[in-house]
C-alpha cells in the first residue's frame, strides 16, 4: 500500500514542512519573495546618482533638440499657406537652393518670394509667442540674435537681386485677411511669363 504512495506526495511530505519552518525566518522569507538576497544589503554609492544640476542640464537639452526640429522647413503654418496658394491657383517652387536662405515658396515668373516665419524663431515684433524661454537666457539670446541677424542679411540678398518678399509669421496663418494679403502681394493668380534675368 505504502508502495502506491506517488513520489511527487512522498516529497512534499517531507519538504513542505521544511519550507514552512524556513518560512518563519526573516531573511529567508525575504528570499524566498525574490525582495532580498540573504545577507546585508550593499551600501549605495551616491557618486553614482545623478546630481540636480545633471537631471537640469538634460531637460534643458532635450528641450534644445525639441526646439531644434520644430524649427525648419516644411513647418505647419507654411504647409498651410503652400495649401492655400495652391487652392487659389499659384504655382511656386519651393526652397530654392540658389537663392539666398533657401526661401520657402519662390515665384519665380513674378520675381516673389513669401516666407513663413515662426513667431519664437524669428523673434515677430510684439508678438505674444516670441518669448524668451526662463532658463539659460543667454543661450537663448544668443540663437535669437543669429537668426535674425541671418533674416536681415537674407532679406537684402534678395532685395538687391529684385525680388520681392513677404513675410507671414506664423501666427498669421489662420487670419482671415491673408487670402487678400496673399493676392495683393502677387497679382491675380494664373499663366505669368517666365522670368528672364535680362528682361528691363
Ligand atoms: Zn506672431
Request: charged share 25%; with cysteine; hydrophobic share 35%.
Amino acid at each position: 500500500m505504502r508502495s502506491l504512495y506517488p513520489v511527487s506526495i512522498r516529497c512534499a511530505r517531507i519538504f513542505l514542512p521544511l519550507y514552512l519552518g524556513a518560512l518563519r525566518c526573516r531573511q529567508f522569507r525575504y528570499f524566498a519573495m525574490g525582495l532580498l538576497a540573504p545577507g546585508p544589503r550593499a551600501p549605495i554609492n551616491t557618486s553614482m546618482l545623478p546630481t540636480i544640476s545633471d537631471i537640469f542640464q538634460d531637460v534643458t537639452d532635450t528641450r534644445r533638440r525639441n526646439m531644434a526640429a520644430v524649427h525648419g522647413k516644411d513647418t505647419k503654418p507654411e504647409l498651410i499657406v503652400r495649401r492655400l496658394l495652391h487652392k487659389m491657383g499659384y504655382r511656386y517652387r519651393l526652397h530654392s537652393q540658389h537663392l539666398a536662405g533657401k526661401p520657402d515658396i519662390v515665384f519665380a515668373s513674378r520675381r516673389k518670394i513669401i516666407e513663413v516665419q515662426g513667431c519664437f524663431w524669428h523673434r515677430h515684433p510684439g508678438c505674444q509667442f516670441a518669448s524668451t524661454p526662463a532658463t539659460r537666457k543667454d543661450f537663448w539670446q544668443q540663437k535669437f540674435d543669429q537668426n535674425v541677424r541671418r533674416d536681415s542679411r537674407n532679406r537684402v540678398a534678395l532685395a538687391q537681386s529684385g525680388w520681392s518678399v513677404l513675410i507671414i509669421w506664423g501666427c498669421e496663418v489662420r487670419a482671415p485677411e491673408l487670402r487678400t494679403r496673399l493676392q495683393t502681394f502677387l497679382g491675380p493668380p494664373g499663366a505669368t511669363q517666365p522670368y528672364r534675368s535680362d528682361r528691363c
